[in-house]
């Protein structure tokens, strides 16, 4: 895949606005963007952050070329001036974000930019591409890894996924979100996911018979050795060649780890039979792997139905998000500078969802000190800071009557430094890193949170003055009272 520039990865309405902006002297006035989104993925509880890294890198690499110059100017309606200032155009502004990994929940922010207004709201595209894309994989490796209580999963995705940046950057969210491994070579060779696989049907066609084809790849790889046994006849000659196989060619060697893969059929019936087999044959541990078109749900069902499974394989389903395919991640002003000042801004709409949340924030999450369990996420304006030494209230702007009280916790801020006067502040974990944060993190969660129907609503509330500024937002229109 070759490099590229990608700064006209943009919507065209980034340029026509960032036109008007300089052409009205309101291009250096420094605006507050966060990136939050409204619903989890399939009903979850909660959500997994993911694509900061690849944010980094965009703005790390954010110019334009002359050749982006001229395609601009042949479009005939951006001024001379602009164009002159694009050609020196670099981001200068702040960013903040939660690390990847994170548990992320509605409307809350994810990432906060501060820049030039637009510095600002030129960069909109791409951030939502990268933290959309990636944060829907990874919740829904996330719920797959789940259900498959503790038996590693395996991302196999690559040939359903839309195009080769859905492939490898979905395999590195699915890796993030919890898979084991990944059936895509060239995300190991750039981001360390460990990449798996044996073999195709068609190995085993190419060959006179479905035993020769075994022992075969048994002789070419005999510590790696998982055969594919649903080409022909699972139980009437599929597993039977494999035990042949494996007691012909690994047993004399010593060695017993082995593996059959089913990728068809009713897979909790023939994953019984198959167990009850291979150790009637001395092969228990032989490992039965199965694929075909999983997701959570199926995987969960088949579990609880006593399949013998030791390790799934994870494709279309999973790569694509298929059952729910848009994350729905937004990119929306909440603040501008004004003189010495920040002036909290907020959009209204007739859908109360719509309605954001106005200003500068931080976010911190609440922690039960005794359970070391998340209790709920407060929003705060920037200059404050929670006290754990005095009980918290926290305020719930869904159900604007309802208040809580919380003692015996600590709090901590989600969203970290990432640039800071258009440099980067930041130094991105190793991939296992993340994997291992996002497995420790979503430990913190109540199990209700983490249920995949109906799930407890973890609140995300708001700091008493936050509350007020808001309310007196929307009793004034968006105009401070």
């Not at 340029?15 to 002297?25: K, P, Q, R, S, V």
């Not at 298929?322 to 959009?347: C, R």
Request: proline share 4%; glycine share 8%.
């Amino acid at each position: 895949m070759p490099n590229i520039n990608t700064t006209l990865l943009c919507d065209f309405y980034e340029l026509t606005m960032a036109n008007g902006y300089f052409e009205l002297g309101k291009g250096d006035e420094i605006a507050y963007f966060d990136v939050f989104f409204r619903k989890v993925p399939d009903g979850g509880g909660f959500a997994i952050a993911a694509g900061l890294e690849q944010v980094i890198d965009y703005i790390k690499d954010l110019k334009f070329t002359s050749e982006d110059i001229e395609f601009l100017r042949a479009k005939g309606i951006f001024s001379d001036k602009f164009l002159a200032y694009l050609a020196d155009f670099k981001f200068t502004g702040d960013i903040y974000a939660v690390p990847e990994g994170t548990p992320i929940f509605p409307n809350e922010p994810i990432m906060t930019v501060r820049a030039p207004s637009i510095e600002a709201q030129f960069i909109e595209t791409f951030v939502l591409l990268c933290l959309n894309h990636q944060s829907l994989i990874a919740t829904k490796a996330n719920r797959v890894v789940r259900a498959a209580d503790g038996r590693p999963v395996m991302e196999f995705g690559s040939r359903r996924a839309q195009g080769a940046d859905g492939a490898i950057l979905g395999s590195r969210a699915a890796y993030i979100g919890g898979c084991a491994a990944t059936a895509c070579t060239i995300s190991d060779r750039d981001y360390a996911i460990p990449a798996t696989g044996t073999m195709a049907h068609s190995w085993i066609q190419m060959f006179d018979t479905e035993y020769e084809a075994f022992v075969s790849y048994c002789k070419l790889y005999p510590n790696n050795a998982t055969l594919l046994v649903d080409t022909y006849d699972v139980l009437g000659s599929g597993i039977p060649n494999a035990i042949k196989a494996f007691k012909e060619v690994l047993i004399p060697q010593g060695i017993t780890k082995c593996g059959i893969r089913l990728d068809s059929g009713d897979i909790t019936y023939l994953t019984k039979k198959a167990r009850k087999m291979l150790d009637e044959a001395g092969l228990t541990e032989c490992k039965i792997v199965v694929s075909n078109s999983l997701d959570e749900n199926i995987i969960r069902d088949i579990i609880l139905q006593g399949a013998k499974i030791d390790s799934f394989g994870v494709g279309e389903r999973l790569i694509t998000a298929k059952s729910n395919p848009v994350f729905g991640g937004v990119y929306k002003l909440v603040a501008k500078e004004e003189g010495k000042g920040i002036v909290p801004k907020i959009k209204i709409s007739e859908n109360p969802e719509k309605i954001t949340n106005p200003h500068f924030k931080k976010v911190y999450r609440i922690f039960d000190k005794e359970t070391d369990i998340a209790i709920a996420d407060q929003l705060c304006v920037y200059d404050e800071v929670v006290d754990e030494s005095q009980p918290l209230t926290l305020f719930d702007p869904v159900e604007t009557w309802k208040k809580k009280v919380v003692t015996n916790y600590y709090a901590r801020e989600l969203l970290v430094p990432v640039f800071k006067n258009g440099e980067c502040v930041y130094k991105c974990p190793h991939i296992s890193e993340i994997q291992e944060y996002c497995l420790g993190e979503v430990g913190k969660l109540w199990d209700e949170v983490k249920r995949f129907e109906n799930p407890h609503r973890y609140y995300v509330d708001l700091s008493k003055k936050l509350w007020d500024i808001k309310h007196n937002l929307l009793e004034n229109r968006g105009q401070l009272g």
